[in-house]
C-alpha cells in the first residue's frame, strides 16, 4: 500500500523558516519524481515545485522560486521542502504527491498525503 | 507560465445528471491535461490524466476528452459522492499550473 506523509508544519513567524518532510513507502521511490502543492485557506491548488527521481532535476513555480528548496534522500525515502524569507502569503495546506509517469515525463499526480499546515503569522 | 481556465466556476446539479465541465490553457499543452476531485479537508485524487485515461479505481462515469487548449471532464451520470471541487492542471511544461476549480453543488 502506497502511504504519503508530510510533516514540519506549524507557526512560523514573517521572515522565518522552515522544512517540510515528506515519508512515502509503498513504492519504488527512486525511479519518481515528487511534488509539492500547496492551497490557501479557502483557495485553490498551486503547484510549487518538482524533483526527479535522481534528485537532479528541480523546477520551481515563480512565487517560490530562490525561497523554497526541494530535495530528496533516497535513502530514507522522504522529499522535503526547504521554505527561507516565509510571508503571510505562504500561509497554506502544503501538499506532497507522486507523480504519474508517461513516455518518460511526470504528467500527474497519483498519490497525495493528508497535507501539512504552515502558518505565518506574528 | 501556462494559465488554465475553468468554466464554469460553480454548477448545480441532481443525482443522475450529465455534467460537463470545461479546461482551457492558455497554450498548447498538446494530451498533457489532468483532472483532480476535492473534497472539503481531502487531498486532491487524481481522476483523469493524459486528457482522457481513466485513473485506475476511478468509476468509468468519469471521463475525459480534448487536446491543444481545450479540454472537458463529464460526468455522465451524478453521483451523491461526486458533489465536490474539480481542478484541471496541464503538466506539458513547468510549472505545471493548476484551474481555478469547479465547485459542483447538489441542485
Known amino acids: 500500500e502506497v502511504q504519503v506523509v508530510e510533516s514540519g508544519g506549524g507557526l512560523v513567524q514573517p521572515g522565518g523558516s522552515l522544512r517540510l518532510s515528506c515519508a512515502v513507502s509503498?513504492?519504488?521511490?527512486?525511479?519518481?519524481?515528487m511534488t509539492w502543492v500547496r492551497q490557501a485557506p479557502g483557495k485553490g491548488l498551486e503547484w510549487l515545485s518538482i524533483?526527479?527521481?535522481?534528485?537532479?532535476?528541480?523546477y520551481y513555480a515563480d512565487s517560490v522560486r530562490g525561497r523554497f528548496t526541494i530535495s530528496r534522500d533516497n535513502s530514507k525515502n522522504t522529499v522535503y521542502l526547504q521554505m527561507n524569507s516565509l510571508t503571510a502569503e505562504d500561509t497554506a495546506v502544503y501538499y506532497c504527491?507522486?507523480?504519474?509517469?508517461?513516455?518518460?515525463?511526470?504528467?500527474?499526480?497519483?498519490?497525495w498525503g493528508q497535507g501539512t499546515l504552515v502558518t505565518v503569522s506574528s | 507560465d501556462i494559465q488554465m481556465t475553468q468554466s464554469p466556476s460553480s454548477v448545480s446539479a441532481s443525482v443522475g445528471d450529465r455534467v460537463t465541465i470545461t479546461c482551457r490553457a492558455s497554450?498548447?499543452?498538446?494530451?498533457?491535461l489532468a483532472w483532480y476531485q476535492q473534497k472539503p479537508g481531502k487531498a486532491p485524487k487524481l481522476l483523469i490524466y493524459a486528457a482522457s485515461s481513466l485513473q485506475s479505481g476511478v468509476p468509468s462515469r468519469f471521463s475525459g476528452s480534448g487536446s491543444g487548449t481545450d479540454f472537458t471532464l463529464t460526468i455522465s451520470s451524478l453521483q451523491p459522492e461526486d458533489f465536490a471541487t474539480y481542478y484541471c492542471?496541464?503538466?506539458?511544461?513547468?510549472?505545471?499550473?493548476f484551474g481555478p476549480g469547479t465547485k459542483l453543488e447538489i441542485k
Open positions: 497554450q498548447d499543452v498538446s494530451s498533457w
Open positions: 504527491a507522486k507523480g504519474v509517469t508517461v513516455a518518460g515525463r511526470t504528467r500527474a499526480s497519483d498519490y
Open positions: 492542471q496541464q503538466a506539458n511544461s513547468f510549472p505545471n499550473t
Open positions: 509503498g513504492f519504488n521511490f527512486n525511479i519518481y519524481a
Open positions: 524533483i526527479g527521481g535522481k534528485g537532479v532535476a528541480t
